[in-house]
């Protein structure tokens, strides 16, 4: 299975920062990796896709990069809203595998 | 709209059995493959299973800390997907989501809607 593999798995950061998350993958993935938001008592929603693609009615400050092994998640102003857990996700092979989850608190 | 909820979640001894139901509205039922994921509280999530579209026969995947025990199944004249969770443990206990899974496009095989999820227990 491909592991994927989250960094950090917690940060804290004031609102209007700019915020980078690392997901790596154990073997190459192309650019096959999703990003998902939680939060609190609620289903994980789709951010972004095959790497780089905003999920429709996503905001522009969310962007998505990387390719092989090394994919990056980053907010670029942190509004009060996007305070959460960011999973990455592989579905390029079975079994699809999370990332263990970077929650973003306030700091 | 698309909607998918679940529901059967309950609390049930070691060694039981249990059947979640998901039930979808909102788009074409038969054209999408749909999964089911979990999540143990206040960990992460891990994919239990698929079952795909018309066009794929209707076949199944599944993970290994699971394939001997749950059974995924769709009923596409109801528009649901059941899983059949059976010889459960207390290392079961999550809350399970089904989630839909587009087959088409730059977004296919993610997982673009979720339901809100059903809590299972597993304790004696």
């Known amino acids: 299975a491909i592991q994927l593999t989250q960094s950090p798995s917690s940060l804290s950061a004031s609102v209007g920062d700019r915020v980078t998350i690392t997901c790596r993958a154990s073997q190459g993935i192309s650019n096959i990796l999703g990003w998902y938001q939680q939060k609190p008592g609620k289903a994980p929603k789709l951010l972004i896709y095959a790497a780089f693609n905003l999920e429709s009615g996503v905001p522009s400050r969310f962007s998505g990069s990387g390719s092989g092994t090394d994919f990056t998640l980053t907010i670029s102003s942190l509004q009060p809203e996007d305070f959460a857990t960011y999973y990455c996700q592989q579905v390029n092979s079975f079994p699809v595998t999370f990332g263990g989850g970077t929650k973003v608190e306030i700091k | 709209e698309v909607h998918l909820v679940e529901s059967g979640g309950a609390l049930v001894q070691p060694g039981g059995s249990l059947r979640l139901s998901c039930a979808a509205s909102?788009?074409?039922?038969?054209?999408?493959?749909i999964d089911w994921v979990r999540q143990v509280p206040g960990k992460g999530l891990e994919w239990l299973g698929r079952t795909r579209n018309k066009a794929k026969s209707y076949t199944t995947e599944y993970a290994a800390s699971v394939k001997d025990r749950f059974t995924i199944s769709r009923d596409n004249s109801k528009n649901s997907v059941y899983l059949q969770m059976n010889s459960l443990e207390v290392e079961d206990t999550a809350v399970y989501y089904c989630?839909?899974?587009?087959?088409?496009?730059?977004?296919?095989?993610?997982?673009?809607?979720w339901g809100q999820g059903t809590p299972v227990t597993v304790s004696s």
């Open positions: 989630v839909r899974v587009p087959t088409s496009g730059s977004k296919s095989y993610y997982f673009d809607y």
């Open positions: 909102g788009f074409t039922f038969s054209d999408h493959y």
